[in-house]
């Protein structure tokens, strides 16, 4: 199973389509195997872009196996909506095991004032989960002069996951065991190197696909600096590609991809299995700031020319740290 599962990752289209995905599973065994029923009962997760999709199917993951899950979304419509299909979806789900939590994670401003009301009303948080993201038609920024997949993908989830690190810390003491970051990047981020030089895609010419890509590899970068710093507080940080998954994202913001591979994309909780894994794996198996696929640590490069060096990870972070540091 190792010698298909590597020749399934490097051919790439079977690895990150649905037949990846069937074939592994087989394989899905002792520590790498289905989380327990009632793994995660008593404990609380966060999960940021939980109005549909992947997120709502991680959220659904969460619950089956005995967590309290807040759904982050930018529109509490869309939240009630999620709430109902995954209440549906889970015979004898009370809706008060989802509430409801929002914000706009690509505004700060926002990000800081929701942290503190949400440490304030959940002080041990044992599973954050960032899977809020979006592939624009064009480079716009944000209120505050973000460019917005950079908000969206880097920023705000870097700025959150420490202005929750108290209560990540409470809920790893609580629990015994770590608590865990989970940031859901993509296998587009293999074919960029890490643009420490231009964080907002001000030259150049500008493309959504590529602006999506580029923040997803710092994605990758920024979950080894985080698994770093937040080690001493007993919190685990983990990144993840879904493979490719039939949610409205991709198949509204990438018609022709969607036309030419639809037929064997992933359903999205196919898509959301390594993140609900990760959050119920044994800390054994998980480790912490590693690059994760169907359930199995994959290399952050296969490109000797994205590789990014020490300078250039160290110049990165005192580039966000500027960037989400306080008013």
Known sequence: MSLIDTALDRAVVPGYSRIGYLIRRRGWTGERADPPRGALTGRTALVTGAGGGIGEA??????????????????????EASRDRIVEA??????????IQVCDIGELAEVRAFAARFAAEVPALDVLVHNAGLLPDARSETSEGNELTLAVHVLGPLLLTRLLADPLAVGAERSGHDSRVVIMSSGGMYAQRLRDDDLQFTTGDYGGTAAYARTKRMQVVMTGLLADELAPRNITVHALHPGWAATPGVTGSLPLFDKVVGPVLRTPAQGADTAVW???????????????HDRSARPAHYLSRTTETAAQREHFRAEVDRLTAGP
């Open 58 to 79: 991680i959220a659904t993951g969460l619950v089956r196996l005995g967590a309290t899950v807040h759904l982050l979304v930018r529109s509490r419509d869309k939240g």
């Open 90 to 99: 889970v015979p004898g789900l009370s809706p008060e095991r989802l509430p």
């Open 278 to 292: 990760l959050a119920a794996a044994p800390a054994s198996a998980v480790g912490t700031g590693r690059f994760w």
